[in-house]
């Protein structure tokens, strides 16, 4: 039998998942709501949904273009982030170098540097050398951005593995990148699920580099729902579908890695 704390704890747990699942519910149920009911001033429960909203997103903004350079973008740079983040991260951890510590201090210090610092320095390059509005230009940005970050977590999952694998790796002939394919990347499977999620979700709803970069060809999902304001309307009903279709993605790649995110979570609370 459950004791009366843990009780309300369960109590408090439910209402706060009520609390952020809410908007989503709300959003959710606007994006299938006529024009009429969404713009009428009593809230209006019972009503015949309609698909006009996902419709006018895919016919009169070309949601399915951003939605495909979304896809392009994010997801070859995340693959190269953690490709470029376990080899740095491995180095770290595992060579030794002086300083490895204030090194991946340093590192991460350059993820705290507001975007809108660095956007500018970003787009005169970009113009320099002709990246502007471009798949590879983005997938650039997201990836200098983002390894940093990535950097530092995935060093904190490698220090915890231990090193007595590797030196009997070592013992077999296993040179250092043999023994990052067959051993290290295995057993880090947790830290390279949160870290690709972190980088991934990041990278999915990032704005502001986005914004600076791109134009037409390569203009993501974000930029294209900011499209759907103006200076005398506010399509509410597009806005929510074209929210609840981006969000799809995300819920898709969490629901693929949920088991080794945990595990990994899990990992870094006993650190």
Same mark, same amino acid.
């Given at each position: 039998m459950r004791s009366p704390i843990r009780k309300t704890m369960d109590v408090v747990a439910v209402f706060f998942v009520a609390i952020y699942l809410a908007p989503i519910y709300w959003i959710a149920l606007t994006s299938v709501k006529p024009m009429s009911e969404i713009n009428s001033k009593e809230p209006v429960w019972l009503f015949e949904p309609t698909m006009e909203h996902y419709a006018e997103a895919f016919v009169r903004f070309e949601f399915g273009?951003?939605?495909?350079?979304?896809?392009?973008?994010?997801?070859?740079?995340?693959?190269?982030?953690? &490709?470029?983040?376990?080899?740095?991260?491995?180095? !770290?951890?595992?060579?030794?170098?002086?300083?490895?510590? #204030? $090194?991946? *201090?340093?590192?991460?210090?350059?993820?705290?540097?507001p975007a809108v610092v660095i956007a500018m320095?970003?787009?005169l390059m970009f113009v320099t050398f002709g990246l502007i509005d471009s798949h590879i230009g983005m997938i650039i940005v997201y990836v200098g951005y983002g390894l940093p970050f990535a950097v530092w977590i995935m060093r904190?999952?490698?220090?915890?593995?231990?090193?007595? &694998?590797?030196?009997?790796?070592?013992?077999?002939? !296993?040179?250092?990148?043999?023994?990052?394919?067959?051993? #290290? $990347?295995? *057993?880090s499977g947790p830290g390279i699920a949160v870290t690709a999620i972190f980088t991934f979700v990041f990278n999915w709803n990032e704005y502001l580099f986005a914004l600076y970069l791109t134009q037409a060809d390569a203009v993501t999902l974000p930029i294209?729902?900011?499209?759907?304001?103006?200076?005398?309307?506010?399509?509410?009903?597009?806005?929510?579908?074209?929210?609840?279709?981006?969000?799809?993605?995300?819920?898709?790649?969490?629901? !693929?890695?949920?088991?080794?995110?945990?595990?990994?979570?899990?990992l870094g609370a006993v650190k």
């Amino acid at each position: 039998m459950r004791s009366p704390i843990r009780k309300t704890m369960d109590v408090v747990a439910v209402f706060f998942v009520a609390i952020y699942l809410a908007p989503i519910y709300w959003i959710a149920l606007t994006s299938v709501k006529p024009m009429s009911e969404i713009n009428s001033k009593e809230p209006v429960w019972l009503f015949e949904p309609t698909m006009e909203h996902y419709a006018e997103a895919f016919v009169r903004f070309e949601f399915g273009k951003a939605l495909l350079n979304s896809s392009i973008i994010v997801f070859s740079a995340t693959i190269i982030t953690m &490709i470029l983040a376990l080899i740095a991260a491995y180095a !770290l951890a595992r060579m030794r170098l002086r300083g490895a510590d #204030i $090194l991946s *201090l340093f590192i991460l210090s350059l993820r705290f540097m507001p975007a809108v610092v660095i956007a500018m320095p970003f787009y005169l390059m970009f113009v320099t050398f002709g990246l502007i509005d471009s798949h590879i230009g983005m997938i650039i940005v997201y990836v200098g951005y983002g390894l940093p970050f990535a950097v530092w977590i995935m060093r904190g999952f490698l220090l915890d593995l231990p090193k007595e &694998i590797e030196e009997a790796a070592r013992l077999d002939g !296993l040179g250092w990148l043999s023994i990052i394919r067959r051993i #290290i $990347l295995p *057993l880090s499977g947790p830290g390279i699920a949160v870290t690709a999620i972190f980088t991934f979700v990041f990278n999915w709803n990032e704005y502001l580099f986005a914004l600076y970069l791109t134009q037409a060809d390569a203009v993501t999902l974000p930029i294209q729902i900011a499209k759907m304001v103006d200076a005398y309307t506010v399509l509410w009903g597009t806005i929510s579908a074209s929210v609840v279709m981006q969000l799809v993605p995300m819920v898709i790649v969490v629901f !693929l890695l949920q088991r080794h995110m945990i595990r990994g979570l899990a990992l870094g609370a006993v650190k």
